[in-house]
C-alpha cells in the first residue's frame, strides 16, 4: 500500500557518480556508491513491513535523532538492502536502542567498537547472509554486506555519527562499514544463539554485539579438544583486554566463532554448551606476574587478583557467547572482544502477515 513520504527530496543527474558525488560533498554517504533511493525502491522497502512509515524505532546517538521506518528504509535502499530484508534493519535498530545496548557511549567513546550483527533463522539463505567460507568478510553475499551497512548508515544520517566530531574513534574498524553474518545452526552441535536467548527456530532474529574487531586465532598442535579450548581461552584473556580496565568482570559479552569441525570436536567432550563455556570461564585467566609492578598494583586496588594470584578475565561462563560459522578449513577460530560497557540485545524480524 502506497503512502505519503514525507521527507525532502532533491533531484540529481541521471548518472551513478553524481549520487556518489554529492553523498560525499554532503557528507551522508559513507565512502562507497550508494543507490539512489526513489520514491518506488523506498516504497518497497515500506511495504516489507507491518509497521507505518512515521513509527519511530527510537533515538539514535549520539545525536539522538528520530530514526522513524521511512528514514531508516530510506538509508536500508541507499545500502543496497532487498526489500526481504529490511525487517531485520528493524530489528536490529530496535535491539541498539535498548538502554542495555549503551549506544550513546558506544557511538562516542575513543574506542573503535561498532555494533555487529549475528542472524539466526529461516531467511538466512533466502537472504543471502554469509555463515559459511569468509562469513567475516569477502563472501559478499548481499545481506551480508547491505544489512549491517543500513545500520550504519542510519547511526551516520540519523543519529550524527561522524568521526573525529560526534565520535571520539582513534581508530575505528573495518566493521563500521558495517559487519553482519549469521550462524551455521544446521552444523552447530549445540542450541542456536537465538534458542539461547529465547527465540524460536522459525523466528528470523538479529543479535547486536559491541564489538571491538574479528581477533582471528590458529592451532594445528592440540589433538585433546580441551587443551584447544583451553588455549582459546588463554588467547581471548590477553593482557591489554579492556576487560582487565574495569572494576569487576561482570559486564558484556565475548563473542566466539567456531567453524564446524573444530564445533564438533568440542562437542565430544562438551555435549552441553554450558559446559564448554565453564571451561572456558574457569582457565581465562593470567597470572599477577604477566603484568608491570604499576599495573599489578591496579589491578589489586581494584580486587581483581585472586588468592592464587590469578587475575580472571569474566566473572560469569555466559559471558562466553559461541556461534558456529565459517568454512570447513579447520584451522581457525575468531572471536569479537568486548567494549565491556554493553550488553547483547536480540530482536525477531516482523513482517507482514501473510509474508
Known sequence: MSVALTSPTIEVDDDPEALYELSLAERWGDGVPLIPPTDARVQAMLDATPLPADHV???LPPRHGQA?????AIN?????????????????????????????ALTTTTSGVFP?????????????????????????????????RALSLCLRNIGGQRAGETSRSVFGQAARFGQCFAEW??????PSLAVRRGFAPEQDVVTVHGSKGDFPVADTNNDDPRDLAYMLAKCISYPLSN???????DCGQI?????????????????RIESF?????EHAWQPIELWRPANQEILRKKNRVDAQGRVYLLNRPEQFVPVVAGGLGSLHAMFLPSWCQSELQSAAAVRPAGT
Open 57 to 59: 524505532i527510537g533515538k
Open 68 to 72: 522513524t521506518v521511512e528514514l531508516v
Open 76 to 104: 536500508a535502499t541507499m545500502a543496497g538492502c532487498a526489500p526481504a530484508a529490511f525487517p531485520l534493519v528493524i530489528a536490529a535498530l530496535e535491539a541498539l536502542v535498548r538502554p542495555e545496548f549503551n549506544a550513546i
Open 116 to 148: 555487529v550483527l549475528i542472524v539466526n533463522g529461516p531467511s538466512r539463505d533466502d537472504l543471502r547472509v554469509d555463515y559459511k567460507a569468509g562469513c567475516m568478510g569477502g563472501a559478499a553475499g548481499r545481506g551480508s554486506m547491505t544489512i549491517g
Open 185 to 190: 545452526e544446521e552444523r552447530s552441535p549445540w
Open 243 to 249: 576487560y582487565y580496565l574495569e572494576l569487576t568482570g
Open 255 to 271: 563473542v566466539l566463532i567456531v567453524n564446524p569441525m573444530w564445533a564438533a570436536r568440542f562437542a565430544k567432550v562438551f555435549p
Open 277 to 281: 563455556q565453564e571451561y572456558l570461564r
